[in-house]
C-alpha cells in the first residue's frame, strides 16, 4: 500500500499531478491517496519531501497455502446470436487444468460468464471440470474489460483458487492482465507449458526474448497463480458423458454504471490470424515452393479440401505472406485435423507452432528434412510437380 506521511507532506501538490491514475489528492493540507492507486511509484519519485513510500507485504506460506483448486476462465462465444456456449479453447485449458489440479490433488472448476443464452455448459464437466460456476447477467451477455474484471474478481477472492487460468484469446488477454493488475498478482502471458513442481508450484513456460529462449517462470509470493495459454498449445479430450455434471448460479452484483464501454456498433472483421488459428484444414507454404506465384497453386490445394492458407517465417521475412498467417514460435499456434507443410524444412520454432495437429502431411524433395520427423505421410519430391497432380486428384474425387 502506499504510506503517506502527515508530518514530512507539505501538500505542494507534485505527487498528485504525476499520478497517472487519479489516485490522489491533496486535501487538508495533506496528500490522500485512494482505490485508483496501483502502486506504480511515480509520486513516490517526485516527492521533495520523502513523505511517501509504497509498502508491499508478502503473503505468509500459510496465508498461501489456504488458496486451493484450478480454475479455469471458460470464455463462451454466441452461435448464431442465441447460443452462448464455451469455446474450444476453454476445452484445451480444461484438459491441462484437470492434469494439474490431479497433480495436486484438488479440485477443477470452469468459471462461465454471459447471460440467459448460456448453454452447453454440461461439457465442461464432460471434459473434466469437477464444477462450473455459472455468472448471469444481462450485462454479462457481451465481453466487456469492466464487466467481466469485476465478476472474475470477485469469483477469486470468494473462492481463493490457487491457479487461475485463462485462453489467451483477444478477450482473455485483454481480460487476465486487469485482473491481475486488481488483485495484485503475478501472471504469465501465452504460456505453451505448464506443470507443477516438487513444491506444488505453478510452472509457467513460455518463449521470451523473441523466441530465442524458454523462460520458465513461477509466482511464489502471490495467489492465484495466473497464466494465459495460446490456443491450439493443448489438446482437449474427448466427452466423458459418464462424469458428473455440478453446475452452480454465482450471484452477479453489477450496475451499468460499473462499465464504462459502451457497444456503439458491431462491424465484424474478419482476421486471417483467426482463421488459422481456428482452421480444420491448413495448406502451409514454405520457402521450398521457390517463389511467391507458385503460392496461387497452394492456395488452390487449399481452397479445394476446404482449408486456408499459411505459411514458415521464411516466407513471411520474404514478403510472400503476412504476418498473420505465420504459423510456429513467433506466429500462431495452430491445430487443425489437417496440416500439409509444403517445401518447409521443420525447423523446431515452426513445429511447436503445429505440432499438435491430428494429421501432418510434408512434401519436400530432401528425403531427410526434420518436417519428416513429424509427419504423419510423406511425399519426397518438388512442390510444383506433386501440387498440381494433387489438385487434379481432389478434381476427380470430387466428380465421382
Ligand atoms: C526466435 C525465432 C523465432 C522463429 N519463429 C518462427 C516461426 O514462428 N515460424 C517459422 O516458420 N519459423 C520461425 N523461425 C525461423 C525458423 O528457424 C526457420 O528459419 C524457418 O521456419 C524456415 O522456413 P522454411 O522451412 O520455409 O525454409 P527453409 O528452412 O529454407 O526450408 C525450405 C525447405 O524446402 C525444401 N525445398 C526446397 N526446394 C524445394 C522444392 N522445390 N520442393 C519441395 N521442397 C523443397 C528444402 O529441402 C527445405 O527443407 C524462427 C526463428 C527464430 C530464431
Redesign the pocket.
Known amino acids: 500500500m502506499l504510506i503517506i506521511d502527515p508530518d514530512k507532506c507539505n501538500a505542494c501538490g507534485l505527487c498528485k499531478t504525476s499520478c497517472p491514475f487519479g489516485a490522489i489528492a491533496v486535501e487538508d493540507e495533506v496528500a490522500q491517496v485512494n482505490e485508483l492507486c496501483t502502486l506504480c511509484g511515480a509520486c513516490v519519485n517526485v516527492c521533495p519531501q520523502e513523505a511517501l513510500a509504497i509498502e508491499r507485504r508478502q503473503a505468509s506460506l500459510e496465508e498461501l497455502s489456504q488458496y486451493k483448486g484450478v480454475f479455469i476462465w471458460a470464455e463462451c462465444e454466441s452461435f448464431g446470436g442465441k447460443k452462448y456456449s464455451p469455446k474450444k479453447v476453454a476445452y484445451e485449458i480444461l484438459a491441462k487444468g484437470r492434469e494439474l489440479a490431479d497433480q495436486l490433488g484438488e479440485q477443477l472448476c470452469a468459471v462461465v460468464l454471459g447471460d440467459d443464452r448460456l448453454s452447453g455448459l454440461d461439457g465442461l464437466c464432460y471434459r473434466g471440470a469437477d464444477r462450473v460456476l455459472c455468472c448471469r447477467h444481462p450485462l454479462l451477455g457481451r465481453y466487456t474489460s469492466d464487466g467481466f474484471t469485476s465478476v472474475i474478481s470477485a469469483v477469486i477472492a470468494k473462492e481463493k483458487p490457487s491457479i487461475f487460468l485463462y485462453g489467451a484469446t483477444a478477450n482473455g488477454r485483454d481480460l487476465a492482465p486487469r485482473v491481475a493488475a486488481r488483485m495484485r498478482l503475478g501472471l504469465t502471458a501465452d504460456c505453451t507449458g505448464l506443470a507443477i513442481d516438487d513444491h506444488g508450484q505453478l510452472i509457467q513456460k513460455r518463449?521470451a526474448f523473441?523466441?530465442?529462449i524458454m523462460a520458465t517462470i513461477i509466482s511464489p509470493h502471490t495467489r492465484p497463480q495466473t497464466a494465459t495459454v495460446r490456443p491450439n498449445v493443448f489438446n482437449a479430450v474427448e466427452p466423458d458423458r459418464a462424469r458428473p455434471v455440478s453446475i452452480a448460479d454465482v450471484q452477479v452484483t453489477l450496475n451499468k454504471a460499473n462499465i464504462r464501454t459502451r457497444l456503439i456498433e458491431e462491424i465484424r472483421l474478419e482476421s486471417e490470424a483467426e482463421r488459422i488459428e481456428e482452421a480444420q484444414i491448413i495448406v502451409s507454404?514454405?520457402?521450398?515452393?521457390?517463389d511467391p506465384i507458385n503460392l496461387d497453386v497452394i492456395r488452390r490445394l487449399a481452397r479445394k479440401l476446404g482449408g486456408v492458407l499459411a505459411?514458415?517465417?521464411?516466407?513471411?521475412e520474404a514478403g510472400w505472406i503476412p504476418h498473420s498467417l505465420?504459423?510456429?514460435?513467433?506466429?500462431t499456434t495452430v491445430g487443425p485435423d489437417l496440416y500439409i507443410a509444403?517445401?518447409?524444412?521443420?525447423?523446431?520454432?515452426?513445429v511447436?507452432?503445429m505440432s499438435s495437429s491430428k494429421t501432418i502431411i510434408a512434401?519436400?524433395?530432401?528425403p531427410d528434412?526434420?518436417?519428416f520427423k513429424i509427419a504423419d505421410l510423406g511425399i519426397v519430391?518438388?512442390?510444383?510437380?506433386?501440387v498440381p497432380k494433387l489438385i487434379h486428384e481432389i478434381e476427380l474425387i470430387k466428380l465421382r
Open positions: 518463449p523473441g523466441g530465442n507454404a514454405g520457402r521450398g515452393c521457390q505459411g514458415s517465417r521464411a516466407i513471411v505465420q504459423v510456429g514460435q513467433s506466429g509444403i517445401g518447409i524444412s521443420g525447423a523446431v520454432q515452426h511447436v507452432g512434401i519436400n524433395k530432401d528434412a526434420p518436417i519430391g518438388y512442390a510444383m510437380a506433386i
